[in-house]
C-alpha cells in the first residue's frame, strides 16, 4: 500500500491546484472557470487525503467530505447565479460582465 | 409614621406621572364636538368642556400636594410627641436612609430623608402654601392651552423643593437645589411662544449657574477638607455626619490660600455657600434674574418666586449654620449683602409700573431681610419672615394675578385704577397683604419684621448690635411701606384709567385660596408671638438659640414711620392720580428728579452687566465664531472629509468590476500573507 511516497501525492495536489488557479485567472469563459475552481477545491482534498494517510488519522478524510459537500453546494449557487445571467446578456463571458465598479 | 416619610414627595411625584402619561387623554377626553363644527355656541361650550379637562388634571396635582400637606401635618405631631433636648440629646428628628445612591472611592452618598425642626417647617410651606397655588392655577389657567404641562412642571417644583429641603445629606440637598432650577426655568418660558419668556427664562438658569457652582465647590470642599475627630477624612456627605460639632470644626485649623490671601477652610467654604445663596436667593449681586423671571405665569411668580424656591438659600444657611458660625467676617459680609438688598430692591421697586415687577422687587428686598438676619446669627428671626413672607407674598402675588386675570392679561399700574369697585374681594384681599408686608401691627408681616429689626438694633443676648443694618432695615420697611401705598393707589384707586378693558372678579376657585393665605397673613404672627415664641423654642434644640425679648418701642417706632411713610405714599398718588399716564414719567419724577431716575433704571445693575458679560461674551462668541470656527473647526471637519474622499477616490480603482481581476489580487494576498508566515 505504501508504494507511493506523501511527497508525491503533495506535489501532484500542488501542480493541479497551480493548474486551478492559472485557469481561473485566464480564462473568461464561466464554465471554465468553475471547473478551474473545483480543480482547486479538488487538489486541496487530494492533499487532505495525503496527509491523513500519512499520519494514520481520518480527521482530514472528514474534512474532504465536508469540502466534497460544500462544493456541490457552490457550484448549484453558481451555476444558478450563470444561467441568470446567461438569460440577460446572452453570454457566459465574465468580462461583459463588469458594471459594478468603483 | 416615620415609615411612610417617603410618601411626601412621592405623592407629587406620581402626580406628575399620572397627568404626564394620562393628562392629554383627560383634555382630549373633554371635547364632544367634532372638529369643524362651529357655531356661536361651539365656542362657549368648547371653553366649558376644555375646564372640565383643565379640573381634572389640576385637581389631581392639587390633591397630591394636598395629601402631602397632611402627611406633613402628621409627621409634625408625630415630631412633637418625642422628647426635646438642647443639643446631642435632641431627640425630635428621623434621618432615615433609603439605599446606597452612589458610591465614588471611599465617598458613600446615602438616599436618605432628614427629618427634623426646619426641614419639617420648610415642608409645611412648601405643601401648604403649594396646595393653594395649584388650586388657585386651576381657576387661572382655565384658558391657556397647555394645563397639563403647567400642572406637571408644577408638581415636579413641589418633588424638587422637598428633595431640597428633605435631603440627609449635601448630594441630596444639590439634586433638589438644581431640580428647582430647572422647574423654574421651565416654567418662567412656559409661554415660550411670545417674545420675553424664554429669554428670562434663560437668564434666570445662566446667573444662577453662577450661584450652583459656589454650592458644588462649597461640596467639593467640605469633602475634601473636613476630618472626624481622629483627623480621618470623612465617608460621606450627611449632614449630621458632617456637621456634627467635632467634625466640622476641624474646618477652623485648615488654611487656603486664594488670591494670596489666607483663609481657614471654614472661611472660604461659608464664602462659596454665600455665592450659592446670592444665587438662589437673588441677593445682590446675582438677584437680576429674579424681577425678569416674572415672565412666567403668575402662580409660579407666587409659588417659586416669591414663597419657596428664593427660600431655599436662606434655608441653605440655617442648614449649615455650624460651618458660617466658624467664619464670622463670612458673616458680617452675608449681613451686610442682605441689607444693601434689601435696601436697594426697595429703591427699585418705587420707580416699577408692572404690578408684578414692582412685588418681584419687593420679595428680593424682603429676601435681603431674611438675609440680612442669618447673617447677624438670628436664625430663627430669619426663619419666621421667611414662613410669614411665604404666606403674605403668595397672597400679594396671587392677588395680582387675579387683577391681571381680571383685567385683560393688563399689568402695567398706570393703566389701572378704580378696581377695588370691580373687585371687591381681591382688593380686601390684597390691602391685607398690603399692611401684612408693610409691617402694620397685628399681621404677620409686623411681627417677624420687628424680630430681625429687634436682633440688629439690640443684638443677641451678649452679642454685638449692628446699628448702621438697623437703621438702613428701618429705611427700607418705610420705603415697602411707601411703594406698596402706591400700587395700591394706582391699581385700586382712583379712576379706571383704561375705560376699554372690561374688568371682573375672578371665579371662586382663584379667590379661595386669597381668603386663606390672607387669613394666614392675620395670624402668620402666632407662628413665634412675643412672649410665646412658638417657633424659636421648636427649633431651640436644633440652633441653641434661645428667644429674644419683645422691644415695644422700637418695634412702635419702626410701626409709625412705616405707617407715615405709607401714608404719604397714598396721599401723594391720590392728589397726583390725574398725572399717571401710560405715556408719562412717575408723578415723583418731578420731586426725585435723578434719583428716581436711577431707581427706574434699577441702579444700571443690569446695563452694568450687559457691558461687561453680555456684550463681551458676545463680541467674543463673534470673533470665535467667524474665525474659530469657520476656519479651525470647519477645517478640520471639511479636511477629514475631503481626506476620506480622496482616499476613495484613489481606491476607486481597484474596484474594476472585472472578476477575474479580483481574483488575482486575492491570489497576490493570500501568498503575500503566506509568504510572511514561511520566511519570516
Known amino acids: ?102 | 409614621m416615620e415609615n411612610f416619610i417617603w410618601l411626601v414627595p412621592a405623592l407629587p411625584l406620581l402626580g406628575v406621572i399620572i397627568n404626564t402619561l394620562l393628562g392629554a387623554a383627560a383634555l382630549r377626553g373633554s371635547h364632544h364636538h367634532a372638529p369643524g363644527d362651529s357655531h356661536d355656541t361651539h365656542a362657549a361650550d368648547h371653553g366649558v368642556h376644555h375646564d372640565n379637562g383643565v379640573r381634572r388634571v389640576g385637581w389631581l396635582a392639587s390633591a397630591m400636594v394636598g395629601l402631602a400637606f397632611v402627611l406633613t401635618l402628621v409627621m409634625l405631631v408625630q415630631l412633637l410627641g418625642q422628647e426635646a433636648k438642647v443639643g446631642e440629646e435632641n431627640g425630635r428628628f428621623f434621618d432615615i436612609t433609603y439605599w446606597q445612591w452612589m458610591a465614588a472611592g471611599d465617598l458613600r452618598i446615602p438616599f436618605g430623608f432628614l427629618i427634623d425642626q426646619l426641614s419639617l417647617t420648610m415642608m409645611l410651606l412648601v405643601t401648604g402654601v403649594g396646595f393653594l397655588i395649584h388650586v388657585y392655577s386651576i381657576g387661572y389657567m382655565s384658558h391657556d392651552p397647555r394645563p397639563t404641562r403647567f400642572f406637571v412642571y408644577l408638581n415636579l417644583f413641589i418633588v424638587a423643593m422637598l428633595m431640597l429641603v428633605m435631603g440627609n445629606n449635601f448630594v441630596m440637598l444639590f439634586l433638589g437645589w438644581e431640580g428647582v432650577g430647572l422647574c423654574s426655568f421651565l416654567l418662567i418660558g412656559f409661554w415660550f411662544e411670545q417674545r420675553d419668556p424664554p429669554w428670562a427664562a434663560t437668564k434666570a438658569f445662566v446667573v444662577n449657574r453662577i450661584g450652583d457652582f459656589g454650592l458644588l465647590m462649597a461640596m467639593f470642599a467640605i469633602w475634601g477638607l473636613t476630618k472626624n475627630a481622629e483627623g480621618g477624612a470623612l465617608h460621606s456627605l450627611v449632614f449630621r455626619e458632617v456637621l456634627a460639632p467635632e467634625n466640622v470644626g476641624s474646618l477652623q485649623f485648615v488654611q487656603t490660600a486664594f488670591l494670596g490671601t489666607q483663609y481657614t477652610a471654614a472661611g472660604a467654604i461659608a464664602l462659596m455657600l454665600l455665592l450659592g445663596v446670592t444665587g438662589k436667593s437673588a441677593q445682590i449681586p446675582l438677584f437680576v434674574w429674579l424681577p425678569d423671571a416674572m415672565a412666567g405665569p403668575t402662580p409660579v411668580s407666587a409659588l417659586i418666586h416669591a414663597a419657596t424656591m428664593v427660600t431655599a438659600g436662606v434655608y441653605l444657611v440655617i442648614r449649615t449654620a455650624p460651618i458660617f458660625e466658624l467664619s464670622p467676617s463670612v458673616m458680617n459680609t452675608m449681613a451686610l449683602v442682605g441689607v444693601a438688598t434689601a435696601f436697594i430692591a426697595a429703591t427699585i421697586a418705587l420707580g416699577q409700573y408692572d404690578i408684578k415687577k414692582v412685588l418681584a422687587y419687593s420679595t428680593v428686598s424682603q429676601l435681603g431681610y431674611m438675609v440680612a438676619a442669618v447673617g447677624m446669627g438670628a436664625y430663627g428671626a430669619g426663619l419666621f419672615h421667611l414662613l410669614t413672607h411665604g404666606i403674605f407674598k403668595a397672597l400679594l402675588f396671587l392677588g395680582a394675578g387675579a387683577v391681571i386675570h381680571g383685567y385683560g392679561d393688563e399689568q402695567d399700574m398706570r393703566k389701572m385704577g378704580g378696581l377695588r369697585h370691580k373687585m371687591p374681594r381681591t382688593f380686601a384681599t390684597y390691602m391685607v397683604g398690603t399692611l401684612a408686608l408693610a409691617g402694620i401691627a397685628p399681621l404677620a408681616g409686623f411681627w417677624s419684621k420687628d424680630e430681625i429689626i429687634g436682633h440688629a438694633w439690640y443684638g443677641a443676648e451678649g452679642g454685638a448690635t449692628h446699628r448702621g443694618i438697623a437703621i438702613f432695615l428701618i429705611l427700607s420697611s418705610m420705603l415697602t411701606a411707601f411703594y406698596m401705598a402706591r400700587q395700591v393707589a394706582m391699581v385700586f384707586f382712583g379712576e379706571q384709567r383704561d375705560k376699554s378693558i372690561h374688568a371682573h372678579e375672578s371665579s371662586p376657585l382663584m379667590i379661595w385660596p386669597l381668603i386663606i393665605l390672607a387669613v394666614g397673613s392675620v395670624l402668620g404672627g402666632l407662628i413665634n408671638l412675643p412672649g410665646l415664641h412658638p417657633l424659636t423654642s421648636w427649633l431651640e434644640p436644633l440652633l441653641g438659640e434661645e428667644a429674644a425679648p419683645f422691644h415695644v418701642g422700637l418695634a412702635a417706632v419702626v410701626m409709625v414711620l412705616a405707617l407715615l411713610s405709607g401714608w404719604a405714599g397714598f396721599t401723594y398718588y391720590r392728589r397726583a392720580e390725574r398725572r399717571i399716564k401710560a405715556t408719562h414719567r412717575d408723578p415723583l419724577h418731578r420731586w426725585g428728579g435723578d434719583f428716581y431716575a436711577i431707581f427706574e433704571e434699577k441702579w444700571g445693575f443690569d446695563s452694568l452687566y450687559n457691558a461687561i458679560v453680555v456684550q463681551p461674551y458676545k463680541y467674543l462668541s463673534n470673533v470665535l465664531g467667524k474665525a474659530f470656527d469657520v476656519v479651525i473647526i470647519d477645517g478640520v471637519v471639511n479636511g477629514s472629509a475631503n481626506l476620506v474622499g480622496l482616499t476613495g477616490r484613489g481606491l476607486r480603482t481597484f474596484q474594476s468590476g472585472y472578476v477575474r481581476s479580483y481574483a488575482l489580487m486575492f491570489l497576490v494576498g493570500v501568498v503575500a500573507v503566506l509568504g510572511y508566515f514561511v520566511l519570516r
Not at chain 1, 511516497?5 to 493541479?16: D, G, K, M, P, Q
Not at chain 1, 457550484?75 to 447565479?81: M, T, Y
Open chain 1, 1 to 102: 500500500m505504501n508504494d507511493v511516497s506523501t511527497n508525491a501525492y503533495v506535489l501532484l495536489s500542488a501542480i493541479l491546484f497551480t493548474i486551478g488557479v492559472v485557469g481561473v485567472l485566464t480564462r473568461r469563459n464561466a464554465i471554465v472557470m468553475f471547473m478551474s475552481v473545483e480543480l482547486m477545491l479538488n487538489s486541496a482534498n487530494l492533499a487532505l487525503i495525503a496527509f491523513s494517510r500519512a499520519r494514520a488519522e481520518s480527521d482530514g478524510q472528514v474534512i474532504t467530505f465536508f469540502v466534497i459537500a460544500v462544493a456541490a453546494a457552490e457550484v448549484a449557487v453558481g451555476l444558478a447565479l450563470l444561467v441568470s445571467i446567461f438569460r440577460a446578456k446572452q453570454t457566459t463571458n465574465v468580462d461583459d460582465v463588469s458594471t459594478l465598479k468603483g
